[in-house]
Structures are given as C-alpha cells and as structure tokens.
C-alpha cells in the first residue's frame, strides 16, 4: 500500500543531500513516523545510525514494531528501541526509536553523537520540555561539532516557519497526505454529569449508531477505569481496553491493534494516543474534551496535575484518529458555539514546568548564555532562577551557577534532580536500593497501588510478580548500581547554615554513616522543603518546612503521624493535598535530618514593648522545632536588627524627643540635607547604632539629640539657626517656640500685647518671608491669624478693640497699637512702671 509521505520523500532527500536540516509536515496517516527513517538508511551520507525522537514509550515500542513489521523483521534488527522501562536492539540496529528523555542523557554522554548520522523529531508540535532541550542540543552539536548531522523537524500540526528558522531557515517539505471523510457531532456539555457517566453515555450511543471500533479520550488513569466500570454494566457484551502509559506492554499491543478474534472494541485513553499511533480498525472518537498535563506551581514548589479545557489543536489530532484508516466519526462532549473559545495549542513544557532537570542538563553541557541556544520559547527567567536556587540547595551547582561534582553524579542518573540527590545520598548509607524503587514510585504512577502511604505502596511493589513490576524493578536495580559507582556527598557536606535575621546558626552534623537510615529520611533527602509537621491535633493541616501549608485526607493512615515527608503534593499552593508521604517520628528527623537543623538565635519585635526579644529555636528552616529565652544575645546582632526594622518603618519608630524633633523640622525647612529622612536611614548604623539597646523607650534623649547634632558641621548648623530659627522673640522679649510642621507654614502663637509697638510683620530666612502669627487674647484664645500685621493693625483691629475692652478692661486695648510699647502686663502694673 502506497502512503501519502512517499510522493514528497524526494523532495526531503534532496533537501538532506543539499543541506542539514529540513522540516517535514505531514497530516496524520500520512506515513512520516514509519517511512522516513528506513528511506534514509539508503542515501549515501547515511552512514550511521538514525535516532528517531518519540513523545511516549508506546508510540516508540509501537512504530518500530510497525517499522520492522514492514521490512519483514523482528524488533531489535534493523529497527530497535528504547524506553526506560523496555528495549529491543541490536549490533545490527541501525534505526533506534526512543523517547526524548533518552536523548537528552544520549548526547550528553556524547556530544558529538558518534555514530549518528541523523536525529528525527517526530510529533514536535507536543513541545515536550525534554523534545524542546533535545533540540535545542542537537542544533548546537550541529552548528559546533558535526556539521554533517542531519536534524528532521516531522509533525503534522507545526509552525513549520518557526521550526525552519531555528535550523538556519531550513528548507519546509509538505504532504497533503490522504484524507477521509470526518463527520463532528456536537454532544454538547453536561456539566451536571461527572465525567465518567457523561462518557460512558455517549461511548453507548456511538456504539449504537456507528460501527466501527471507538476510542474514547479520558484526561486520567481514574476516569479511565471509573468510565470502564459504567461501561461494563451498560454494555456487558464489549470489549473495553484502557490505553495509558501504565499499562502493561502487552495490553498497550491489544488496545493499538485490532481484535484477534473480531470481535468490536473500545478503547479508553490518556492523550497518550492523540499523536504518532495509528490504532487498527478504529472509525469512531469520542472525546471528553478535556486534557491532563503537569504544571509547576512556582508558589507551592510541586508539580501537579491539572485538568484543563483540550486545544483545539489537540481536539484536532484526536479527531483524526478516527479518519485514518477509512471515513469516520468523531463526537465531542462540548458545543460547537464553545469550540473557538478553546486555546488553539496547548503551552509549550518549558512555558509551565519545573526547569530544574532543564537546568542541571545546561549546566553540564556547558552551556553560556541559555538565550542563545536554540529555543522555539526561551525558558522564563524565573523559573530558571528558581531551578538554580533548587539545585543548590541540592549541591549539584556552586554559588556562582557551575555544576559540582555531586551534581555531574547526579547528572549521570537517569532520574529528575530531586530523585537523583536523593539516590546518591541514600547509596552513601548502603540504601541505594530502597531509594532506587521508592524515586521509580514516585515517576512511574501507578506502580505499588494507590494511597497516600508511600513506604505501603513500596512494600506492595517489592512483593507484586506482574511483568510490569518485574521489569520495572531490572530499571531501579540498574540505577542502585549506577548511584554505587557515583556516590554522591551527603546534603551535610555540601550544605552550610544559612543566617535567620538577627542571629547565628549553625548546622548539626549527622552521626556516623554506618546505620540503615529509615524510608521517611531517604525521601526527605530529594525533598528538604517538603518535610512537613502536625500542626493541629486532627492531622489535617501541616506545615513543611518550605513555609507552605499541606493538608493531609482525615481517613489517611498518615493521620498519626508527627511528622512526614512528602515527595507528592497536589493542588494550589496555600494548602495543597498529600498524595505520598512517609511518616518520620521526632528521633528520626534529630538523628537523620540533624545536618538540615539549625539552632541558633531568632530575634523578634514585640510591638507592645517597641523591644526586641532574643530566643534561643532549633528549626528546620520554616518549622520551630524548640524555642526558649536567649538571656545573653549578641549585642551587635541585636543592633543589627533593631537598625534594619528601623529601616524598614521608618524614623517614627524612633522617639526622639522634643529637642531632637524639633532640631529635624528646622533642618528640613533650611534644607540641609544631612538631616533629612532619607540621609538619616542611610546612616543609622553611624549616629544611631551605637545608642541602641534591646528597647527603643530606653534611649536618652540627650543623647540622641548630640548624635543629630554631631552630624552637622559649622556650615549646616550656621544655616538652620539663621534660616529656620528654634524661637521668636517678641518686642515685649517673650520667647515662642516656632512650629515648623504647621499646615500653614512655620507659625509662632502669642498674646497680641507682646507685639505693640511692631509696625513690620517679622519675617525669617532667605529670601525673607514672613512668620504666620497666630494671635490670642489675654486668656489664651485666639483672635486672629495673619501673616500682615499693620494690616491687622489698621484693619479688623478696631473690632477686636471693640470686643476685648469689654471681656478684659484691666488690659490695654489702644487706637494705634503699633506705637505702643509692647507689654504683657495689665493697665495699672504697666503704668506703675
């Protein structure tokens, strides 16, 4: 049977035979995944091997058995595969299909690729983080080692520009492939359903009205088998297989391939068959609509699974499932109306992923600047940052972002860096193999059953003899030998204690390395900040000791425990749900977690007291493992960190007294800058540092007002008393404390007798202004304010003469008070003298 990809397959040699790099498009059924490579193997510069990327173990199993099936051979000849947990190849191998993460450890192994002729990435639109940084190597091995690599972008839903100007404007081949008919009927949603039920109905009426075998996608293993069970009771008589990636391999075969017997099948997937799998005999999709990807959640620090609306692209590739083989059907559980408020993609891994694995890699490779790789999406600076931070508290990188010894054993692992530092630590303690199946629990979902009790799940996979299990336990056997031959430092040597604000800490070395350490601290190991501890007596809320609150199931056997640690969380990050955790007891986290312990002084500010209190904590960073009273802190710690809350809340925190505060309304008027807020919080280590004690109320006014002095040189003092002047002295040689923070401007009150005899309004500073008076009675009540006083002499006076001379007789009220002499005495005791 000719396939649609063999009318442009010369057009794609000769653009491998002119150049380096091409970009092939091709729809769905077209044959690219299974005709390119074995074409290739026949042109003259294909003296190598072809490595050919796929996103999923089952895609690779299943397109060389698919490939070797049609060159009349076995898996392992010339066509050959390998997944973590499978294999099939040979000396005889010349085409080997992997999966990306493969890869990745492939050319880091090898840079130059020795022995490779070609690398195809097939379905490069599912922008896997590790098909994005497989990539993004192999271009720079390319344009620096081996010019002669030929590097093949193949999909079907691409943006084949983008892809062509990453290769250095690479030539684009397009199939138009073979189409079938595809009819869509709209379902619609029922949001009042769960999903399992809405599925199981409409896979009953696609079964009905169609023939066919149906391939129904689901978002997760659970909704599979819930689906599955519903299934089982409306249609008793059918054979239902589930498709994912835990699978075993043999069910994985019967899902992808037509029934033996003939018999109708249903087929229930993750979006593990959206792309690069061609299932026999199916005419019918159904789809939920709905999509499950693993997202990083910066703010909690896990990676968890959430449930979003498919893309339309994605919708797009499970559709045509059904139109591969012959004209089909596809019904999708959502409205038409709805279908363009769907994203057109899904985002890119390396837009919403942990980059910490992405991250470790650069640093091996070497890489620069990571900008200036070949990135269809540039990874986010902060979640670089962030990866960075992670793997050095791990110490796999150095202060300065270079990658330790430790972390090119880790490196060397085919594990996350979590896991990796985790293996390593524990094969220094002689429990590389516990750790090597408990890091292949928490990657390979599903293995040990389900549950929150993570040393239960392990005890059910060390019995479990299933095929699965079995070779699942070859893959962590392989990875305990490797972690033996790189032993990696303990977290002790390669960790200092970090400085709480306000005191000293120091780390507690562990004791010696010759005891079994217990599950619970082997895990905690890969994930320090995800220790967690009770806080409440129900055993529902925690606190890890990342800072972040975690909730625990009421009806978990972890319910118990004091403390755990964690190595699955999942939801948002102000409370986010344990879904496997060991328990620790406190013996176990002293002796075990003793070099993660820190026990120093921890300052705090007691508001009621405006006073520091010093206590003595031993705490696993966020969590206070004991507290007590320091009687004798640090002094210099405690100026240190009265200085920085200062700092922090400003100089009102300080009280300054009466003199000094007035000395700082007068600098600020005259502008001398020496004693403005801002200089003065820059400096608070020089004039107030050495004044400080434990209490702010404790400090002598005096002395804080020489240190403010001390700051001002002859200049600066000369400009404040000439330009903002503390006091005002009236003609009758009363003086009056000027107010430099009144609204209106610097004022001075006094009784209006004490100015008879001024005919100027007193002014101050440079350019003079005037003093704002405000003026009071003989009892101390205001009459007038003004910034004219001959005005108010020959003005409004005359009123207040009026008023005055009946509420005060015994005092002088004249015509003309500007040629009097100014007095505050009464009339009798002012002519008696």
């Keep these: 049977m000719s396939l649609p990809i063999q009318a442009v397959l010369p057009d794609l040699l000769a653009a491998l035979n002119a150049g380096s790099s091409a970009v092939l498009i091709a729809p769905p059924g077209a044959g690219k995944t299974t005709a390119v490579a074995p074409a290739l193997l026949r042109e003259p510069w294909c003296t190598g ?6 996103p999923r173990r089952v895609a690779a199993r299943a397109a060389a058995e698919r490939m070797a099936e049609l060159l009349g051979e076995k898996p392992g000849e010339t066509i050959g595969y390998l997944t973590r947990l499978d294999s099939k190849r040979s000396a005889r191998t010349r085409v080997l299909v992997m999966t990306e993460a493969i890869f990745v450890s492939t050319i880091l192994r090898d840079p130059e690729l020795s022995g490779v002729a070609a690398v195809l990435f097939d379905e490069a639109h599912e922008r ?82 169609e023939s066919g075998d149906i391939l129904a996608f689901l978002p997760g293993v659970g909704e599979i088998e819930r689906t599955r069970e519903r299934l089982a009771e409306r249609l008793p008589g059918a054979l239902v297989l589930p498709l994912h990636r835990q699978c ?70 499970r559709a045509g499932r059904a139109a591969r083989q012959g004209p089909g059907v ?129 005890e059910r996979f060390q019995r479990d003899r299933s095929p699965r299990v079995e070779a699942s336990r070859k893959l962590a056997a392989r990875w305990a030998s490797s972690s033996r031959r790189t032993p990696g430092p303990l977290a002790s040597s390669t960790q200092s204690g970090d400085g709480a604000p306000g005191g000293q ?28 501890r009770r806080r409440d007596a129900s055993g529902e809320n925690w606190l890890a000791a990342g800072g972040r609150g975690l909730r625990l199931d009421p009806a978990s056997s972890l319910i118990r425990a004091e403390w755990l640690a964690v190595g699955e969380a999942q939801g948002d990050a102000k409370g986010a749900r344990i879904t496997g955790a060991v328990p620790l007891t406190e013996a176990e986290v002293q002796r075990w977690l003793g070099h993660r312990i820190e026990r120093g002084t921890t300052l705090k500010w007691v508001e009621a007291d405006s006073r520091v209190e010093a206590l003595l904590e031993q705490r696993l960073s966020a969590i206070t493992m004991a507290t007590g009273p320091d009687p004798s802190p ?22 300054l007294g009466r003199a000094s505060d007035s000395l700082l309304r007068r600098a600020r008027f005259a502008g001398v800058e020496v004693l403005s807020k801002a200089a003065l919080l820059a400096d608070l280590d020089d004039w107030l540092g050495p004044l400080l004690t434990r209490r702010l109320d404790q400090l002598e006014a005096g002395k804080l007002h020489e240190a403010l002095r001390a700051r001002l040189d002859y200049a600066a003092r000369q400009a404040i008393d000439q330009l903002a002047p503390a006091q005002f002295t009236s003609p009758a040689g009363t003086s009056h404390t000027i107010d430099y923070d009144d609204p209106g401007g610097p004022s001075v009150e006094l009784r209006v007798q004490a100015l008879f005899g001024l005919e100027r ?68 005791a002012f002519n008696r003298t």
């Design 49 to 54: 091997a072809i490595i050919m990327l796929s």
């Design 128 to 209: 896997h983080l590790d098909s994005d940084l497989g990539l993004a190597l192999a271009a720079e091995c390319q344009s620096v080692l081996r010019e002669d690599l030929r590097l093949v972008i193949m999909s079907a839903t691409i943006d084949g520009a983008r892809f062509a100007r990453l290769l250095g404007d690479a030539p684009v081949v397009e199939s138009e492939g073979k189409a079938y008919p595809l009819a869509i009927r709209w379902l619609g949603a029922r949001p009042e359903l769960r999903i399992e039920d809405a599925m199981a109905s409409a896979i009953q009426t696609a079964w009905r009205e």
């Design 248 to 317: 075993e391999p043999a069910a994985q075969r019967a899902a992808i391939k037509r029934d033996t017997e003939g018999r109708r099948r249903i087929v229930l997937a993750t979006a593990i068959a959206e792309t690069s799998l061609t299932l026999d005999g199916v005419s019918v999709v159904v789809d939920a609509g709905l999509s499950r990807r693993a997202e990083f959640d910066k703010a909690a620090g896990v990676t968890r699974l959430v449930t979003h609306r498919a893309s339309q692209a994605a919708a797009a590739q």
């Design 330 to 458: 596809a019904y999708r559980l959502w409205e038409e109306a709805a279908h363009a408020g769907r994203p057109p993609y899904d985002p890119p891994e390396v837009l919403v992923s942990d980059l910490a694995p992405l991250a470790l890699t650069l640093a091996q490779w070497g890489s620069g600047e990571v900008a200036d790789m070949a990135w269809l999406d540039v990874p986010p600076a902060p979640a670089m940052a962030a990866a960075h931070a992670l793997l050095e508290s791990l110490g796999a990188l150095d202060g300065e972002g270079r990658i330790t010894d430790h972390g090119r054993a880790m490196a060397t692992l085919p594990l996350e860096p979590r896991l990796a530092h985790m293996l390593l630590a524990a094969a220094a303690l002689g429990a590389e193999k516990d750790a090597a199946e408990l890091a292949l629990l928490l990657q390979e979902r599903g293995l040990g059953g389900r549950g929150d009790d993570l040393s239960a799940r392990l």
């Design 505 to 532: 800490r120091s780390r507690v070395k562990p004791g010696t390395t010759g005891e079994f350490p217990p599950l619970g601290a082997i895990l905690a190991e890969g994930f320090p900040d995800m220790i967690a």
């Design 634 to 655: 640090d002094p210099a710690a405690i100026r240190a960190f009265m200085v920085e809350k200062i700092r922090k809340e400003g100089l009102d925190l300080v009280p």
């Design 761 to 828: 309004h007193p002014t101050f500073g440079r350019p003079p202004q005037p003093l704002l008076l405000k003026l009071t009675d003989p009892g101390g009540k205001p009459l007038q304010t003004t910034r004219d006083l001959p005005g108010f002499w020959r003005g409004s006076w005359r009123d207040v003469v009026k008023d005055m001379k009946g509420r005060y007789p015994k005092h002088r009220w004249p015509d003309e008070p500007w040629t009097e002499k100014a007095s505050l005495k009464t009339k009798n």
